[in-house]
């Protein structure tokens, strides 16, 4: 899947790291420009996998990306905000999360299947009370993941993350639990059970454009309730897809035919009827920035 995302972005090969990621945020920064329909995008760091005594465990950490790197170009463009991303096992968890904090991170990025986390941890408590002193949401994978590994399967329910919210922190919950595939369960319905009950649950629309996610718009924006929780997220680079059966074939080869997945993913979303509250619901209601935190 990697090697199918470069060859879509343009991404040479043999080739120094540093020519690589000139090139990743040229294909970002461009894939912006040519989107107007977004004031800012949130570009998300990604933490190292630790061991359970708060060590960096180098063999199992597939994808890393430091928050100084996503500081640096958040520094260079100011259409980018700093999503942070630091792991809660870490021995410095909670002084990094004051850092990244006052450097203007807008939320803190958890890939609990891959980063080897489980939110019901215990160890897991001082992280939340130090994001939910500084305002700092939590925006946390839930449901399967395709393109990662999967270090713990066993962490992927949204039900794992109530000690966050018990505890005062925003939760914004990755693809809203959706994303069943043959022979594993969705967790939509849990995640719309408990987007009821909790205030401060929000979810997230990232990868939704995606086939296997497909039929969950329909469940999602029924419920009006869960409706008014959603929040825009692209997933980019993964690309999206329209549905022929709910667009019709026509609009389906005029969506595809936008070259640019940032913005033919919102075309797919205005087209499904997303409303004006959902596209300002993170930087009016959900995002650090919009609460004075920044």
């Not at 994978?141 to 794992?160: F, K, N, Y």
Request: net charge neutral.
């Amino acid at each position: 899947m990697f090697h199918w995302m470069r060859h879509q972005l343009g991404i040479p090969y043999g080739v120094s790291d540093a020519t690589i990621e000139r090139a990743l945020e040229r294909a970002l920064i461009t894939a912006l420009a040519g989107t107007p329909e977004l004031d800012a995008i949130v570009l998300l760091a990604f933490d190292a996998v630790y061991t359970a005594d708060g060590t960096v465990d180098e063999p199992a950490t597939h994808l890393y990306v430091s928050n100084d790197y996503v500081m640096s170009l958040t520094a260079r463009h100011s259409r980018v905000l700093f999503g942070a991303s630091i792991h809660p096992y870490r021995r410095d968890a909670v002084a990094e999360v004051e850092r990244c904090a006052r450097a203007g991170a807008v939320l803190c990025k958890w890939l609990p299947i891959t980063q080897r986390i489980d939110p019901a941890d215990p160890r897991c408590i001082p992280m939340y009370e130090a994001l939910a002193h500084f305002g700092l949401p939590l925006l946390s994978h839930t449901g399967w993941e395709q393109a990662l590994p999967r270090l713990d399967p066993t962490v992927a329910a949204p039900s794992r993350l109530v000690p966050a919210l018990e505890r005062g922190v925003t939760v914004i919950a990755a693809h809203s639990g959706t994303g069943a595939v043959p022979g594993e369960g969705s967790y939509r319905d849990q995640f719309m059970r408990l987007a009821r009950e909790h205030e401060r649950l929000y979810g997230d629309t990232a990868g939704m454009s995606l086939p296997n996610r497909w039929g969950d718009y329909e469940a999602l924006l029924a419920d009006d309730t869960v409706r008014g929780k959603l929040v825009h997220g692209s997933d980019w680079p993964i690309p999206a897809f329209p549905r022929p059966a709910r667009h019709g074939w026509r609009a389906t080869l005029a969506l595809v035919a936008e070259p640019n997945q940032l913005r033919r993913d919102i075309l797919i979303k205005r087209a499904l009827g997303f409303d004006d509250a959902y596209w300002r619901r993170a930087g009016q209601d959900v995002l650090r920035m919009a609460k004075g935190g920044q």
